[in-house]
């Protein structure tokens, strides 16, 4: 429902539009800009790195747009009616209140303050990780999200395990192989004991107000008794008996 705030500045510019041929050209221009709003919006996965920012700079052009042909328009001369008059004031109105919108988004998004950015986070794609080399399988695949003082996060937490009589020893290792060699994230050991091993990575993604922090971190845990007490803290998320867990997660945070 949310999307229907694309073709606002349309209906508004064919209320206002006196002249036959303004309200062509210009109609046409919006209806491009609503179109291209809408795909985005539609795609906002794959587009999770520019989605908003395009979506903003989109309306900001509507707004140039509007103004510039409704100072033809009205230049053109043309029959003023009732409709003409409301449709002006709506283009007005919708000129002056959406970058005034704006410049509220960028303030509260903005990383100055507490919120660390304000844009929902998805939860993150499987593809990150997906497909395992031949061998290894996905057990498991669990998500959740939160919300905190320092803004939203998401985790997708993906259990891993053999097919092919790899030892849960060596399952991580070759997860973390594929990780670094095929899908070219720079996985770091992180830590190190009896109870087990963990590797993260922490990068920025996205541009402008799709500014997001993607982390991932594969951890995988000894076999026995000391499971009670993992010193390398074990993934919110995973489920019980798993021994090698990557975790996706995507949130406003700073990378340390």
Not at 65 to 72: D, E, K, M, T, Y
Not at 182 to 192: A, F, I, K, N, V
Not at 219 to 244: C, F, K, Y
Request: charged share 15%; hydrophobic share 45%.
């Amino acid at each position: 429902m949310e999307r229907l705030v694309f073709v606002i500045p349309l209906v508004c510019w064919l209320l206002a539009a006196r002249s036959p041929r303004y309200r062509l050209w210009v109609g046409v221009a919006l209806a491009a800009i609503a179109a291209t709003q809408l795909v985005v919006s539609f795609l906002a996965w794959t587009l999770r790195d520019v989605q908003y920012s395009v979506e903003v700079l989109l309306t900001l052009v509507s707004v140039g747009i509007l103004v510039v042909g409704l100072i033809a328009d009205r230049g053109a001369g043309g029959v003023a009616s009732r409709r003409t008059a409301l449709g002006g004031a709506l283009v007005v109105l919708y000129c002056v209140a959406s970058p005034l919108g704006v410049l509220l988004m960028l303030s509260l998004w903005s990383d100055y303050f507490p919120s660390y950015g304000g844009k929902p986070v998805p939860v993150p794609a499987a593809d990150r990780v997906l497909p395992l080399p031949d061998g290894l399988v996905v057990l498991a695949d669990s998500s959740w999200c939160s919300e905190s003082r320092r803004g939203p996060w998401c985790h997708r937490v993906l259990s891993i395990g053999s097919t092919d009589g790899t030892p849960d020893s060596g399952v991580a290792d070759r997860l973390l192989q594929h990780l670094r060699d095929s899908r070219g994230l720079p996985l770091e050991l992180y830590s190190s004991g009896s109870d087990g091993r963990e590797w993260d990575m922490c990068r920025n993604t996205g541009w402008w107000l799709d500014h997001a922090v993607e982390t991932i971190d594969l951890t995988t845990r000894t076999p026995g008794p000391q499971h009670g007490d993992l010193g390398i803290g074990w993934p919110e998320g995973a489920p019980e008996g798993a021994v090698t867990v990557v975790t996706i997660g995507m949130s406003h945070l700073r990378c340390e």
